[in-house]
């Protein structure tokens, strides 16, 4: 069983930063994919940033530059993070493992970014 935990959300003033991390349960973890997500409230959650096994990165196009995302597999932790933060990063944030063709998510951690 994997569990996610995510963490460092908060309220920040746009152009100002935070670093969510991810933290995961269980063996293995280096050999996963795992991505970040966000939902606003009234959308769908949509895909935000992805790591791979081998530290291959990829991001949606509204983050580029802005938006990092890392790994310690050592401390089986993903981090994002996030500098010149604009309202519309407001959202709550979710990982993802994927493992063996499943997916698993965290509890997602609230980013309110204000004008």
């Known amino acids: 069983?994997?569990?996610?935990?995510?963490s460092g959300g908060g309220l920040v003033q746009a152009g100002g930063s935070l670093r969510?991390?991810?933290?995961?349960?269980?063996?293995s973890f280096r050999l996963n994919v795992i991505g970040w997500y966000r939902q606003a409230?009234?959308?769908?959650?949509k895909w935000v940033a992805t790591?791979?096994?081998?530290g291959i990165t990829n991001y949606v196009d509204s983050v580029k530059g802005?938006?990092?995302?890392?790994?310690?597999?050592?401390k089986n932790t993903v981090y994002l993070q996030m500098n010149s933060l604009k309202p519309e990063?407001?959202?709550v944030y979710y990982c993802c493992l994927n493992r063996a063709g499943s997916d698993y998510w965290g509890q997602g951690t609230q980013v309110t970014v204000s004008s």
């Open 66 to 74: 802005r938006f990092t995302i890392s790994r310690d597999n050592a």
């Open 51 to 54: 790591i791979g096994s081998s």
């Open 41 to 45: 409230p009234g959308n769908q959650r």
């Open 89 to 91: 990063d407001t959202a």
């Open 1 to 6: 069983q994997v569990q996610l935990v995510e």
């Open 20 to 27: 969510l991390s991810c933290a995961a349960s269980g063996s």
